[in-house]
C-alpha cells in the first residue's frame, strides 16, 4: 500500500525573476518552494521543524528600477517634444514626417519608463526574503515584495511555531 500524497496550500507568495517564476506551498510538516522555467521545475523542501528565522530585508532595487524609469521618461519625453515640435515648424514633407516618426519613437520609450514608475509605485518596496535552517541560510525567490513578506509572515509564524513546538 503506498503512502498518500501531503496536500498543500498554496501560499499567496510569489516572485518572477529572470530565469522563471516561484511559489511557495505549506504542506504538512514542511514548506515548499517550486521554481518553475519554461520546461523546468525545481523544488526546495524546509522542514519547519528545522526553520530558525524567517529574515525580511528592505532592497534597494525598486528604488533604482524608479530611478531608471524617471530618467527614460525625462530623456525620451524631452526628445519626443523636441521631435514633435521641430517637425511641427517644417512644411509637410518627407522632413516633417521623419520628424514625427522619431517622435513617436521617443514617445513609445517615455512611455515604458512611466510604466516602469508606476510598476514600481503600486507594487511598494522590494524586499528579499530569507530562510535560515539548521542547514544554513538561504534567499527565497518568492516574495519580491515587502506586503507580501509581511503577509507571508503573519501567515507563517504560528504554523512554524506550532510545528516546533510539538517537535519538543
Not at 499567496?12 to 530565469?19: C, E, I, L, M, V
Not at 514625427?100 to 517615455?110: K, L, Q
Request: glycine share 8%; with cysteine.
Amino acid at each position: 500500500m503506498s503512502t498518500p500524497s501531503p496536500a498543500y496550500h498554496k501560499l499567496r507568495a510569489r516572485g518572477w525573476n529572470w530565469s522563471g517564476r516561484s511559489r511557495l506551498w505549506l504542506g504538512g510538516d514542511h514548506l515548499l518552494e517550486v521554481h518553475s522555467t519554461s520546461f523546468t521545475e525545481h523544488y526546495r523542501r524546509y522542514f519547519l521543524r528545522d526553520i530558525r528565522a524567517l529574515v525580511v530585508e528592505r532592497t534597494r532595487a525598486a528604488l533604482w528600477w524608479s530611478i531608471g524609469g524617471a530618467l527614460v521618461l525625462l530623456l525620451c519625453g524631452g526628445a519626443a517634444v523636441a521631435f514633435y515640435f521641430v517637425g511641427v515648424n517644417r512644411e509637410f514633407d518627407p522632413e516633417r514626417i521623419a520628424m514625427w516618426v522619431f517622435g513617436g519613437f521617443f514617445a513609445i520609450g517615455a512611455l515604458l519608463g512611466l510604466a516602469v514608475l508606476l510598476t514600481q509605485w503600486l507594487f511598494g518596496p522590494a524586499c528579499a526574503c530569507y530562510i535560515e535552517t539548521t542547514a544554513g541560510r538561504r534567499q527565497l525567490a518568492a516574495p519580491r515584495r515587502l506586503r507580501p513578506a509581511d503577509r507571508l509572515l503573519a501567515e507563517l509564524a504560528p504554523v512554524i511555531t506550532a510545528a516546533q513546538e510539538t517537535a519538543r
